[in-house]
Structures are given as structure tokens and as C-alpha cells.
């Protein structure tokens, strides 16, 4: 499960460290202090290296992400686009451990982010459906991403070829807890291995449908300081797009060590 914890005490501390052997997907800090990049590139690096980003914008310092909605540049409200569910990156072999997300600056009502557990997307299939879908593989692809906002901004256009389709289980393995989680996202995945166009196409809706079914979340209301740490196997997430202020946040992804990567592989 996910949890929220309060201030900045030992307390919170430990239940960190103790995500990696746990089945912890989610976690919540409140009452936390504004992190500098600096601060948050520290907290980044206690599990792993800060993590690179193929939305990088030129202007954000190396390793930090900025979203930053700003209605005095674009108007906000009504016309923001939607981001569906999806695991950050899922389309690279080694993707992030994670992320942790910092609310700077937030509107006076909503922009909201949910997150979903993949393992319980997963365990809310049929055993039928589940059987189904093991051994299956899908492609996750940049290029779908990239294509979804009609033109390409060209830095990521560059990204493509450094980073072509991967073929991924659709049940996967967490690397860390061997526990099994459904893999697959509107933003990334392409298509079913070995599926006609239409099947695949089908089962992918139905599959996507599923992810956003309420009992699979939790949705985060965001307080200024607040940060959030998510695994990014065991979950995926959406920012809601319905505010009219200003939201700015700053992130920093962590990678997985290459060493941990696929250790639960190993282990099966
Ligand atoms: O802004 C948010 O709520 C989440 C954005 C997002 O997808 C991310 O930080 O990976
Ligand atoms: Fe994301």
C-alpha cells in the first residue's frame, strides 16, 4: 500500500528505506521544507542515481525536471492536455526506480495527481485473463509519445534513435519484490507481440480502461512542500489537468543501479 507521513522525523526516514523490501508503492510527505536542487538531487541520490530525462527542457538544470504551468505565459484552465495513466519512461529496459515530485507552487483548487497500483491492476484480472496474458510481450515506444503532440518538439525527435521499441513482459516482475504487475501504458505502449493489429489494439483499450478503474488509486491533493515518491513498476499516475492557476513542481527521477536491475529475474 502507499502511506503519508508528516514532518520530517526519523520516523519518515526509515519507512523510505524500507521500500525497497517491502511492497510499498506509494509514498506521501507532508510538512516538508521547499527543496532546493541541490537538496533534491541529495535525496534523489540516497537510491540511486538522479535520473535522466528525455523531456528535458534546455533551460532546467541537469538531472531536474520543472513543470511549470504558468497562466501569465499560457492560458491554463480548459486547455491543458491530457496525460493519461502511465509509468515514467516505461519504454527503456533499465526505466527509473522512480521519482520524487515537489509542489512549489500550487492553484487554488485542483491539480490533483492519481496513481494507480499496477499490482493490483493486475490481481483485479480474472485468473482466465491472467493466464492470458502471461508470456505475452508488448512494445513500449518514445515514438508514440513524441507523435501524440502533432509536431515533435525537436529534442525529443533527437531521443528516437537512441532510444528504439522495447519488448516487455505484460505481466512483469518487480525487480525488487519478484511480485508480479501489469505492464502497460497508453503513453508508451504500442502494441501485443504476435496479436493481430485489431486483437492487440482491443485488449490494449480494455487493459488501459482497466487501469483507471477507482479502487486501483489514490488521488493526491497537493499542498505547497508537499513531495511524493513513487515506485515506478508498482504504479502509474496522471496529473489531473482541470486547474486554472499557476502549478509548478520540480522532479528529479532515480535510476534503478544497473546492478539491481533484474534481480528478481534472476531470482525466479
Ligand atoms: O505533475 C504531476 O502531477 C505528475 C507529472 C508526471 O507525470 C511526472 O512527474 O512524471
Ligand atoms: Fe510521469
Not at 114 to 141: I, K, N, Q, V
Not at 162 to 191: C, M, Q, S, W
Not at 201 to 221: C, G, I, M, N, S
Request: glycine share 6%.
Amino acid at each position: 500500500m502507499g502511506s503519508t507521513c508528516r514532518g520530517r522525523s526519523a520516523r519518515t526516514r526509515s519507512r523510505l528505506s524500507a521500500r525497497a523490501s517491502s511492497n510499498i508503492w506509494f509514498l506521501f510527505f507532508r510538512e516538508q521544507n521547499l527543496l532546493t536542487v541541490e537538496q533534491h538531487k541529495a535525496l534523489a541520490q540516497n537510491f540511486g542515481e538522479a535520473g535522466v530525462s528525455a523531456y528535458q527542457y534546455e533551460e532546467d538544470e541537469e538531472k531536474v525536471q520543472v513543470f511549470d504551468v504558468n497562466p501569465e505565459k499560457l492560458p491554463t484552465r480548459g486547455s491543458l492536455p491530457f496525460v493519461p495513466f502511465h509509468a515514467d519512461l516505461s519504454y527503456l529496459p533499465n526505466r527509473p526506480l522512480g521519482a520524487f515530485l515537489q509542489a512549489h507552487v500550487v492553484p487554488s483548487a485542483g491539480g490533483d495527481t492519481c496513481f494507480a497500483s499496477t499490482y493490483a491492476t493486475y490481481e483485479g484480472l480474472s485468473p482466465s485473463m491472467r493466464a492470458f496474458l502471461e508470456g505475452l510481450d508488448a512494445y513500449h515506444s518514445l515514438a508514440k509519445q513524441a507523435m501524440q503532440r502533432g509536431v515533435p518538439p525537436p529534442n525529443l525527435l533527437a531521443k528516437l534513435d537512441e532510444h528504439p521499441p522495447a519488448k516487455l513482459p505484460v505481466v512483469h516482475r518487480h525487480p525488487d519484490t519478484g511480485r508480479k504487475f501489469l505492464n502497460v501504458n497508453p503513453i508508451y505502449t504500442t502494441h501485443i507481440d504476435g496479436l493481430h493489429e485489431d486483437e492487440s489494439a482491443v485488449l490494449l483499450k480494455f487493459l488501459f480502461d482497466h487501469t483507471t478503474r477507482p479502487e486501483f488509486q489514490v488521488r493526491l491533493h497537493w499542498n505547497v512542500d508537499d513531495i511524493a515518491f513513487w515506485d515506478n513498476c508498482s504504479t502509474q499516475h496522471t496529473p489531473i489537468q482541470d486547474y486554472g492557476g499557476r502549478r509548478r513542481m520540480q522532479r528529479i527521477a532515480v535510476m534503478r543501479r544497473i546492478a539491481e536491475t533484474h534481480k528478481a529475474d534472476v531470482a525466479a
